[in-house]
């Protein structure tokens, strides 16, 4: 298959439930956690942030997975779409809107009350898509707590992963087990009910992704899930959905490496076929690619469909590093500006 | 200038002075109208029309501009945006929201109440891109007309060219006298007060076009405007906006050679360059290349500087006419099953 014949779809959306304390590694404050999606979105579509007042690399060069992506992007040429499933705010990037609110905390009743709806524009959205292949990431800081509450709605209890080094798996659980409180839930009530649990326990993302593989599935469009937890979340809620045509997750060697998750296991027992990348961020030395080297992240963004991709396409590794300098590099300079940005923006 | 360094925008809206009778070529009812900016992007977005009840093709093989600017992206790779400045409708196609209202018919007062708002935000927009290179081409059936409204009312008045056969000047004129009338507005009142002009005679696809091009042009990127008279009145409203970069406009030789327009004499005047490029249509039969063959249509969706950018790649003949009648039988045949998709459309 030709990547004229591949579409790269993130879906970006936000959740309250990372403003719970400990919860996201990745914004610390809402307005971070506003934020983040966005200037992911930039990244991917422009190879810069361009206007978001956040850049999501730390000043010791902690980057975003975006990066990874967008670096597949401009190697590989394939058309991206951005998919806006609930985004705190807007941006100038251009995206299909399938969702217009935030997910609430899944603490209250109804966090995602629109689930059906997202989900039903989203596989709208993924049936329009004319290429033969379509891969699906994702940005919503805190989303592998709603993740691991759509599993534990649908009965498909597995281990749940993070972008923090110390993984807040008890936390997590703590979280989830509030939500299915909150909303009279047992684990697996939701079962065969998968907008149930959307909108009991999850985020609108979450039903943004499965509404899109649906939808692709159903016009004969191969689907790549390209992601961990979160993409095994959506994988169960195609499966509970009742379809069963072939469906493939991508991610990376440290997500399917985390003694947290069974993601295989999960993987065999939805019938979902696996793609494991060990990225290769080796060769040069420089902050960001040691901090991708640690795994700081793990995955997001579609990293782990990217990294596939890019194997497949034999992208030699240092095209790849210099990439990926690259447009760190010109994230490290973003943030040394970003506090000017906050204050010119208009 | 690599193509890499090249992004196309395709501004899209809907102006209600389309319905007056006999004023618009491109749609006929009120549906049409509103269907037609909507195909257009899905055509440039996908090469085909995925979603839109409405195939912008008739059964003859008269065709849209769209096909044309789908080729050029197809061929050149070039990253697109489109851009939403007040569709009537929304569709699965990713798009930079700068507006979220139709315009309304230029007889009534204030038709375009937000346009200060859509160019501040195209303005935001044109700031965002990183290309060294940006041409801007728009989809809004009525479009001429109100052109023709914001040139009177800044005082550059051109003559105005239409996609109809038989092109309904004294209508169009008498449509803009009117539109002045209500808005007690004299020939040349709104001279630099490009807002003005709009909010009071134009739509809100010409306050995004300029609105684009400013905040371009002032992070040093090059602007061309792809198109006839609206590309000149938006260029006229970048100047009458105290903006004296230089802009060029690329157009087709159907409209540089259009007896009812002067647009050369309007270009000097304005001191914007002009790029006039002639389809190559020939070397094959095919009932949509002898329809673009004829001038028909004669501009749109950027098509001349769609042309402009095949001629600078040294695009060959047969590739391009090959690809245009490749994305024409498409829609032909989609045209055959568009009463269907209306019904099936949920």
Do not use: C, W
């Amino acid at each position: 298959m030709t990547l004229d014949e591949t579409r790269f779809a993130v879906v970006a959306g936000t959740t309250e439930t990372a403003a719970i304390d400990g919860i996201s590694g990745i914004g610390t404050t809402p307005e971070l956690i506003a934020h983040t999606p966005r200037a992911d979105l930039e990244i991917v579509e422009y190879g810069r942030v361009v206007d978001s007042p956040v850049v999501p690399i730390d000043p010791d060069g902690g980057p975003t997975p975006a990066v990874v992506t967008r670096v597949a992007h401009e190697l590989l040429g394939f058309e991206t779409t951005l998919v806006d499933a609930g985004m705190a705010e807007d941006g100038p990037v251009p995206t299909v809107t399938v969702g217009e609110t935030s997910g609430e905390d899944i603490r209250n009743v109804d966090p995602v009350p629109n689930a059906a709806d997202v989900y039903r524009s989203a596989r709208r959205l993924g049936r329009s898509f004319p290429e033969e292949r379509l891969f699906v990431g994702e940005t919503i800081p805190g989303g592998t707590t709603t993740a691991l509450g759509v599993l534990t709605a649908l009965g498909e209890d597995i281990g749940v992963s993070s972008s923090l080094p110390e993984n807040p798996v008890e936390l997590k659980r703590r979280v989830v087990d509030s939500a299915l409180d909150s909303n009279e839930l047992a684990e697996g009530d939701a079962a065969n009910a998968p907008l149930d649990a959307v909108q009991s326990a999850g985020d609108p993302v979450l039903a943004g992704v499965a509404g899109l593989a649906v939808g692709a599935l159903s016009t004969g469009t191969e689907v790549t899930l390209a992601g961990g937890t979160q993409m095994l979340a959506a994988a169960a809620l195609v499966r509970h959905a009742g379809v069963t045509s072939p469906l493939s997750v991508a991610t990376t060697s440290f997500i399917a490496d985390d003694e947290s998750t069974d993601l295989r296991s999960a993987a065999d027992r939805l019938d979902v076929s696996m793609t494991v990348s060990r990225p290769r961020f080796d060769g040069r030395n420089h902050v960001a690619l040691e901090r991708y080297r640690s795994g700081e992240p793990k995955e997001g963004v579609g990293m782990g469909g990217a990294l596939a991709l890019l194997d497949d396409a034999e992208v030699s590794a240092s095209q790849f590093t210099d990439a990926v300098v690259e447009i760190s590099d010109r994230l490290l300079e973003a943030t040394d500006l970003s506090i000017d940005r906050v204050q010119a923006t208009d």
